[in-house]
């Protein structure tokens, strides 16, 4: 235990589960629900987007997006998270994570909305003006990734942080599933009002031109959300972690968290004063002292974010391929447009429902009782038994009677992606840095998962691809096929075992304790 700790972070370690908590968790979690639903919900209309822009007549296939087009799509909102994740980050150690909060609500309320409304009829108009308030969109969720994970993980308790954190992100999970269901919804309605016969009967007929409105409708749909917790989230009170010892601001921390905590607090201004100006608790990110208390742990968290998303991601954003490849889901051809995107939003909307929600909770509920390091390695542990699972015998997979069997294979592998890395990789590096790094540590690790997101979304875009023409859509080189995509990120998940090696379990201690920020001997950090 810290000798040296503030009373009025003493007071939130060890406060009871209150109402302020339940609030934090939505005001912060609205905007990963928004986050998720922005950053997947693209993969519902790429389809479509290549049917009404990328038609040719002479083709016995519906259009698709072209490869650098759908690379873009699919990748460029990541470019922008990974690039406000580290600006953003870096901000909210700088002015304050409240300051810096609303900015990033703002952008991803006015990108979603400015991405459905994309200009131009002609293909490079509409795909240029998408891909750049896709970008900015990207930008606004990037800043949510370390400021929401850091708010929360200041406010909360030490008996319940982990679960106060994953509750945060587990609302990505509900993300998910209601861009499923708005895309459900949107082209069931779209379906009914608007009949067409499916492609092979009339190629330009199977698309109406209403369906342009379908995709505008389910991408903007993610602003709701985010405008609604605005303004809660302009009301909460900067933390007093940030107040008291980055700010230095004694007084102000102890009268926030009097009216938080409904409880009398003293202002400890002379403590406060030194445990600032100890020389210990002033190291900076690219020092000797940095390095020897806190290097390995942020490779720990680099490294095992950026192999998770590189999975998850190559998994999330390309089901529908994976789907089509295994036969679960129809041959384009067989379908109109606006079923098409019926079908693919069905079947992302049971992954969903199956094996992510679920999965995101199980951590919530086990994360302050088994650890973060245990969730974790189990999580890459059976990530990997699965991926190989489905990847050695992918024949036996692709035949119909086992379509349903590969579902609930898939399926496990996201149940244990979230009830494991995808949960504590978001936890632990707003936990294991000091308060004056914390952002930017949290936003540099999200910031080569979103790196590892990237290698995901463009390399499994090639890789995924057959060797024989047929096997591959328009325009695309030969890759090595599902099969050993799927090996490959087996492997990938065997690596991210190995790597959570690095990372200390902070279960049950206090920030100050895992930090050594108020220790009165320098170098007392946990060591992993």
């Known amino acids: 235990m810290a000798r040296n700790q503030l009373g009025v972070l003493d007071a939130l370690d060890v406060a009871k589960t209150q109402w302020y908590h339940f609030t934090a968790i939505v005001i912060a979690g609205m905007g990963f629900f928004t986050d998720a639903y922005d950053l997947f919900s693209i993969s519902l209309v790429t389809k479509l987007l290549g049917r009404i822009y990328y038609f040719n007549p002479n083709s016995d296939k519906p259009g698709t997006l072209p490869p650098n087009v759908a690379a873009a799509v699919n990748g460029v909102a990541l470019c922008g998270t990974l690039a406000g994740q580290l600006f953003f980050g870096w901000l909210g150690d700088k002015l304050g994570r409240k300051r810096v909060y609303g900015i990033t609500l703002v952008l991803m309320v006015v990108c979603s909305l400015a991405s459905g ?4 009829h002609q293909p490079k108009g509409v795909m ?7 970008f900015w969109l990207g ?4 800043g949510d990734y ?7 993980s200041e406010y909360a308790n030490k008996k319940t942080r982990g679960a106060f954190i994953a509750a945060v992100f587990a609302m990505q999970g509900f993300g998910i599933l209601a861009g499923g269901i708005v895309a459900l919804i949107v082209s069931s309605a779209f379906d009914h009002a608007f009949k067409a016969p499916p492609y092979s009967d009339a190629r330009k007929g199977s698309t109406v031109p209403e369906a342009d409105y379908i995709w505008r409708i389910i991408l903007m749909f993610g602003a709701i959300p ?5 303004y809660w989230r302009m009301k909460m009170p900067e933390t007093a972690r940030y107040t008291a010892l980055v700010a230095k601001n004694a007084k102000q921390a102890a009268t926030d ?13 002379e403590k406060v004063e030194k445990i600032t100006q100890e020389r210990s608790h002033n190291f900076g990110l690219f020092s000797r002292e940095f390095a020897r208390r806190h290097g390995i742990h942020l490779i720990g968290t680099t490294t095992t974010w950026f192999l998770l998303d590189i999975a998850y991601y190559s998994s999330n954003l390309f089901q529908k391929d994976i789907f089509s490849k295994v036969g679960w889901l129809p ?9 098409e995107v019926f079908r693919i939003a069905k079947a992302q909307t049971l992954i969903a429902l199956c094996g992510t929600v679920p999965g995101y909770w199980f951590t919530v509920a086990f994360i302050d009782h088994i650890g973060r390091f245990a969730i974790q390695l189990m999580g890459f542990f059976f990530m990997t038994v699965f991926m190989f699972a489905l ?8 035949l119909k009677p086992n379509h349903i069997g590969f579902v609930i294979m898939y399926s496990l592998t996201f149940f244990f992606a979230n009830f494991g890395p995808n949960a504590t990789t978001f936890v632990v590096p707003a936990e294991i840095f000091p308060a004056r790094l914390r952002s930017t540590c949290h936003g540099i690790s999200a910031a080569c998962g979103k790196a590892g997101a990237i290698v995901g979304a463009f390399g499994f875009l090639y890789a995924a691809q057959g060797k024989a023409l047929a096997d591959r859509d328009a325009g695309y080189p030969a890759g090595i096929g599902v099969k050993n995509s799927l090996i490959m990120l087996g492997v990938i998940n065997f690596f991210g075992m190995l790597f959570t090696l690095l990372v200390p379990e902070s279960k049950g201690k206090s920030l100050e304790e895992l930090t050594g920020e108020n220790e009165d001997e320098p170098g007392e950090t946990e060591q992993p």
């Open 128 to 134: 240029g003006t998408l891909c750049f308030f896709r």
């Open 257 to 269: 968290m009097s009216k938080v905590l409904n409880v009398d607090l003293e202002a400890e201004e």
């Open 391 to 398: 990847a050695i015998p992918y024949h036996h997979w692709t």
């Open 226 to 230: 985010a405008a609604m917790t605005y």
């Open 331 to 339: 041959k384009a051809a067989t379908m109109n447009a606006i079923h």
């Open 146 to 152: 370390p400021l929401s994970a850091t708010i929360m």
């Open 117 to 120: 409304l994309s200009l131009g």
């Open 139 to 142: 930008f606004g969720i990037g």
